[in-house]
């Protein structure tokens, strides 16, 4: 197996002084922070020279002769297409296609490492596990062993090291970066009884590689439907928080899952009824929610 994927140190400033903790529903917490260097730093990610390190993210090692196919006939991503040192994002679903973990597999010459936000509802090799029966795999913890997050149009992707001249942003900055682009994140945005397609995240799903959990599921509301629910990148030009309700012509039809302040006012993510995607859209307070 390949050595730790501790990365190399990054050319230029490393910043680490302005991280402080969020809480599960998007909110920032409320110790003061350096608003510049924050707005430095999510530019930084903007415009894809900056990185956020992942050693908050849980390592789990999947190995054994049947490791890739095994796999690969559970998550969303293709793994085995994956060459070895690269990375893939994926899903695992529950059979009826509901969402039960977000995480990056990193592929490596003897097994996959999958790395996991902690606080998500259930650990990866928990729910993995009860699927290895007499399959050569095996799930273990991985001490000593992170990537990093580079940013990405669809949100963020694993890396063995940042590139060249990249700089370190902190946790809190990647969050703010995450919601200004309206990038869901599993459990604050979504949660266990989401669907991919409520947040458009069908494109962590490898449609053409043959089974996964919940394919059939999938491919239901793909082809015949849409989801119950949408998620919504908004804005506003008044404070709002997560966790206040939106209302569309006088009735509740979805919550605020997470909020930070903008250059231009406030950014959030919204969970909808999917009816009232395409209506005007409110808070409690009276402030207009306009799409991102």
Not at 70 to 87: F, H, I, K, M, R
Not at 162 to 180: F, K, L, T, Y
Not at 193 to 217: N, V
Not at 227 to 250: M, W, Y
């Amino acid at each position: 197996m390949e050595g730790p994927l501790d990365p190399t140190n990054a050319r230029g400033e490393v910043v680490r002084d302005q991280q402080r903790p969020r809480d599960l529903h998007g909110r920032l917490s409320s110790q003061k922070v350096d608003t510049h260097r924050l707005e430095e730093q999510v530019d930084a990610l903007d415009e894809g020279r900056a990185y956020v390190d992942g050693v908050r993210l849980r390592a789990v090692e999947v190995t054994g002769a049947d490791a890739g196919g095994w796999l690969n006939d559970l998550v969303t991503a293709a793994v085995e297409a994956v060459p070895s040192g690269g990375a893939a994002r994926s899903l695992l679903l529950t059979p009826t296609g509901r969402v039960r973990a977000d995480f990056h597999v990193v592929r490596l010459d003897g097994g996959f490492l999958l790395f996991q936000e902690p606080d998500q509802p259930a650990a990866i090799d928990d729910l993995l596990r009860p699927y290895v029966l007499s399959s050569d795999v095996a799930l273990r913890p991985a001490g000593g062993v992170h990537v990093v997050l580079l940013p990405s149009e669809r949100g963020w992707t694993a890396a063995r090291a940042p590139g060249d001249g990249a700089v370190e942003a902190s946790a809190e900055a990647g969050e703010v970066w995450r919601i200004r682009r309206g990038v869901p994140r599993f459990p604050t945005d979504l949660d266990e009884e989401s669907l991919p397609a409520e947040a458009g995240l069908e494109s962590l799903i490898d449609f053409t590689k043959g089974c996964f959990l919940g394919q059939e599921a999938v491919a239901k509301v793909r082809n015949l439907g849409h989801p119950p629910r949408a998620i919504l990148a908004l804005r506003s030009a008044v404070p709002v928080t997560s966790g206040e309700p939106v209302f569309a012509d006088g009735r509740e039809v979805g919550t605020v899952t997470s909020a930070a302040a903008s250059r231009e006012g406030f950014a959030l993510l919204a969970r909808v009824r999917w009816d009232a995607r395409t209506r005007a859209l409110i808070t409690a307070s009276g402030g207009e929610l306009a799409l991102a």
